[in-house]
């Protein structure tokens, strides 16, 4: 689901993008940064690494930064495009006895060609974080609570 951008922790390299969009799920646990990565992107599980390169089915992504703390976990991820650079952000927060999950992706066009390729890939950008990632993480969230019971 979207949410509103003042309902989520904007990390400081996205506060002055150009357009952030923010979505949110409810996990039944807390998941580390590296679970967090692994789910969104239907990846292997693996530690994060500053400065490393993540290679994923949404493309190439730079790890830029990870905070992983008992209460909230943070990760942003960093891409390019013709004229843009773009960051994804996925946010985990504690929340009765399980997690508020808020991906975030920022677009900083550094040209009118950024602003016309980001206009014209934006419809199918808000197909794929709702249909395919959300829908990812609401999955975990079922297979974590049929193994809870």
């Known amino acids: 689901m979207r949410i509103r951008i003042d309902e989520a922790a ?3 390299a996205m506060a002055d993008a150009w357009e952030v969009n923010t979505h949110a799920c409810d996990l039944p646990v807390q998941l580390d940064a590296s679970q967090l990565v692994a789910t969104v992107f239907s990846i292997k599980s693996k530690p994060l690494v500053v400065g490393e390169r993540l290679r994923t089915q949404a493309g190439r992504f730079d790890i830029e930064s990870v905070m992983d703390r008992p209460e909230a976990v ?4 960093r891409t390019w495009a013709p004229g843009l650079e773009a960051r994804f ?4 927060a504690a929340s009765n006895g399980g997690s508020r999950i808020v991906l975030l992706t920022s677009v900083q066009p550094s040209s009118w060609i950024g602003r016309v390729y980001y206009r014209a890939i934006s419809p199918l950008h808000h197909m794929l974080m709702e249909q395919v990632l959300v829908r990812r993480l609401r999955r975990k969230s079922k297979q974590l609570a049929s193994a809870a019971e």
Not at 74 to 77: F, G, I, R, W
Request: proline share 9%; glycine share 10%.
């Open 89 to 92: 952000g996925i946010t985990s």
């Open 74 to 77: 943070q990760v942003v991820l």
């Open 10 to 12: 904007l990390p400081l």
